[in-house]
């Protein structure tokens, strides 16, 4: 039996998690559950799952909360980030899931990781911010960092049974968005909708639009150096618009390995939360014959500069991950309230990059002061 802590239960990520709960209840006792601002769902999640503790984003969401459960099953309510770190340590959990989005996640990262939780890692930020500091601490703490993304996992799957010291290419896959076929010059009349009508996956709002400007995958090469201790240079991203092909390993022998299946993450987030142990999901295989061909190009990087950004980002390292990420968690807010175009993304991102003076090896107090600088800087050119 695992006992988890889901943080950020009412996402995609954490509803699909649950969903695997439900489906196996032998194998799985929900402990804890955060939530930002999605009270209904949260109050809905407590009563199926009763959880002995849960955290919201702030005090009058915790009183919302604790009126919504009146006369009903009540588990005690936090609030805050004190509320979201106590749930990421909570004692009676074992294993604790990392769905937050943006860099809210750090701090509760971490304090998982001191707490010596086995931890499934989809909140991408913390690796891009705190790479580092966090896998060095994960070592310290004997604690093991199983990814939740579909490509990470994926390419946790690849190595598997393979030697690391063989490892020549990682292949990190790209459905491409929404408007992988667009023109350039049409970028400037992206409309909000647009952007939020992805082909393949069904995700949140930011990670959506992060999908639309390949932002999110941006994240995701900084992401694997850390996970799988690789530079800039052994990381290749392809864009591939089946979704099929999750992501893959090429060996110093020419092999590749693949990883291949529907374009769901519950495979991903049940390898994770299992163990690597693979649980029936009751799910169909891809239909190979109705694909008729699997294919693969190269991003364009002038309609997508996110991945020059990220790149560039993993090269330099210290401070400038932290910045980029923060700089597109407050561009991409902005355009999702309609104050800025989809290419101002780029915008915003690309001058906090080239105006920040990096810090070299900074600690968690250097991240957080240069997160909050990007995002003042930001948001004052909005």
Not at 41 to 61: G, M, T, W
Not at 122 to 136: Q, Y
């Amino acid at each position: 039996m695992k006992y988890l802590s889901i943080l950020g239960s009412t996402g995609s990520i954490g509803t699909s998690a649950l969903e695997i709960v439900r489906m196996h209840p032998d194998l799985f006792r929900i402990k804890a559950l955060t939530a930002a601002n999605n009270i209904e769902c949260l109050s809905r999640q407590i009563d199926e799952f009763k959880p002995e503790l849960v955290a919201v984003f702030d005090e009058n969401k915790a009183l919302e909360l604790s009126r919504l459960l009146k006369g009903r099953c009540r588990p005690q309510i936090l609030f805050g980030e004190a509320g979201f770190i106590e749930a990421a340590s909570y004692t009676d959990s074992d294993t604790v899931l990392l769905a937050m989005v943006g860099a809210a996640g750090l701090k509760p990262a971490l304090c998982a990781i001191e707490a010596k939780k086995q931890i499934a890692l989809a909140n991408k930020e913390t690796l891009v911010m705190a790479g580092e500091l966090f896998m060095a601490k994960a070592l310290e703490n004997g604690v093991s960092i199983l990814p939740v993304d579909s490509e990470h996992s994926a390419i946790f799957q690849c190595l598997k049974g393979n030697q690391k010291k063989d490892l020549k290419t990682i292949f990190l896959t790209a459905s491409g968005g929404p408007f992988r076929e667009k023109p350039f010059a049409a970028f400037k009349d992206i409309t909000l909708k647009d952007a939020l009508n992805h082909p393949t996956w069904n995700m949140g709002n930011k990670i959506t639009i992060d999908s639309a400007t390949l932002m999110n995958k941006g994240l995701e090469i900084i992401e694997a150096a850390h996970l799988f201790d690789v530079t800039h240079k052994e990381i290749q991203v392809l864009i591939h618009p089946q979704s099929i092909v999750h992501s893959m390993v090429g060996y110093k022998d020419g092999s590749i390995m693949a990883q291949m299946g529907q374009p769901d993450m519950k495979t991903a987030i049940s390898y994770a939360l299992s163990g690597s142990d693979r649980l029936n999901l009751q799910m169909d295989f891809p239909d190979f014959t109705s694909l008729h061909s699997l294919t693969f190009e190269k991003p364009d990087t002038q309609k997508f500069p996110s991945l020059l950004f990220a790149f560039e980002a993993c090269k330099q390292k210290g401070t400038l991950p932290a910045v980029m990420n923060a700089a597109n968690e407050v561009a991409v807010k902005a355009f999702l309230e309609k104050r800025i175009g989809f290419s101002d993304i780029f915008r915003l991102i690309s001058r906090a990059m080239e105006v920040h003076t990096r810090i070299d090896n900074p600690d968690l107090s250097g991240i957080i002061e240069a997160d909050c600088w990007a995002r003042d800087i930001v948001q004052s050119q909005i």
